[in-house]
């Protein structure tokens, strides 16, 4: 325990600030792909779509020269926050795009009729109708992040990932990896079931 409460602790500060930041970068990049003007929406989605293909262990790799220059180090949890975020904007922003995307047209055009302006239209209309899906969507990107802070640990983003690699794996002490694995298994019920349990509640259907 003396192990274990500190590592889950760190993993929680990753996914919460990793939230955090692709919810802040990831929403308005999913309105422009949904939303933008169209040659923005091709140049947008080639870069969300190079994104989303780079698996997330070689992407860690990749952006530890940004990660230095950031933050000055590309160890510990502060600077694992960094390959999180980027590895999260792309698949939220999809996730928005597609929420928005799903919302009844009919409304958009009540919108236009009206004489409200596209940026009116996304505030007022596209976003509040969206916001049981947006809600899933974050919740779907949440897990995800577990996950990914977990993989952190390979190159020493600490929490359970970090815990897991250092005494499960190379000191074979198999009670700490099942450990952590129940404790990442109990983290992604709770984030699902509070995002569920959100959602419905917004659902004005």
């Known amino acids: 325990m003396d192990l274990l409460l500190p590592a889950t ?22 309105v422009l792909l949904g939303y933008g003007p169209a040659p923005l929406r091709l140049v947008l989605g080639a870069i969300v779509n190079v994104g989303r293909s780079v698996p997330f262990v070689i992407l860690m790799i990749a952006v530890i ?7 000055g180090t590309s160890i510990g949890t502060a600077a694992a926050v960094v390959p999180l975020t980027v590895g999260a904007i792309p698949f939220f922003a999809r996730l ?6 799903d919302v009844d047209p009919g409304l958009t055009e009540a919108g236009h009729a ?3 302006t596209r940026a009116q239209i996304v505030a007022r209309v596209l976003l509040p109708e969206a916001l049981p899906a947006l809600i899933r969507g974050l ?4 897990v995800a992040l577990v996950g990914y802070s977990a993989m952190a640990g390979v190159i020493g983003g600490g929490g359970l990932g970090y815990l897991a690699i250092r005494y499960g794996y190379q000191r074979f002490e198999t009670d700490v990896m099942l450990a ?11 984030v699902q079931l509070t995002g569920d349990r959100l959602a419905r509640r917004l659902d004005r259907r």
């Open 114 to 116: 009206f004489g409200a």
């Open 180 to 190: 952590t694995v129940a404790v990442l298994v109990a983290l992604v019920q709770l």
């Open 96 to 101: 928005v795009e597609g929420a928005l995307r």
């Open 65 to 71: 020269p940004l990660t230095r220059a950031l933050l």
């Open 139 to 142: 919740t779907v990107t949440a």
């Open 9 to 30: 602790g760190e993993t929680l500060h990753m996914v919460g600030l990793a939230t955090l930041f692709t919810v802040l970068a990831g929403l308005p990049l999913g």
